[in-house]
């Protein structure tokens, strides 16, 4: 799996106008399934999420995770992540994985992430979500399982 991690002072996700997902400083965690992913993968990237510190101590060092930080974490689903991009002027998606397999590892993945000492929200797989963010620092990070 592959998340795009973004370190934020507040994030909301909307699907047809309505908030689905709200938090305050925190993680927004992009997050999408490739086609050789299962449920131990998904696992493994919510341990990632859980456990990277990008948060700074009191040396300016990112040294704390988010528990550490006192923030939440907002999961969004975004199979674009998983796009083929390495030639042309067209994406290509023939290594994410296909929706309902995908729909069931983002559930996985947001079971794991809930099982942490953090808030967590995320928004609606398959939805044409609309995902309002302040980036922090800007402080933003690529993570694979």
Do not use: C, K, W
Request: proline letters at 4%; zero cysteines; charged letters at 20%.
């Amino acid at each position: 799996m592959i998340a795009l991690l973004q370190r934020v002072s507040r994030a909301s996700v909307a699907v047809d106008n309505d908030i689905v997902g709200e938090i305050g400083p925190g993680i927004l965690a992009l997050v999408a399934a490739t086609r050789d992913d299962d449920a131990a993968r998904a696992e493994r990237l919510a341990q990632r999420i859980l456990n990277y510190r990008l948060f700074a101590d009191a040396d300016g060092r990112m040294n704390h995770n988010v528990a550490a930080a006192g923030g939440a974490i907002l999961a969004v689903p975004q199979f674009t992540l998983a796009a083929d991009t390495r030639r042309g002027n067209r994406p290509g998606f023939s290594y994410a994985m296909a929706g309902a397999a995908a729909a069931e590892l983002f559930a996985v993945h947001i079971t794991a992430l809930r099982s942490g000492p953090v808030p967590v929200a995320s928004g609606r797989f398959g939805a044409d979500m609309q995902v309002a963010l302040v980036n922090d620092g800007p402080v933003t990070f690529r993570l694979e399982s």
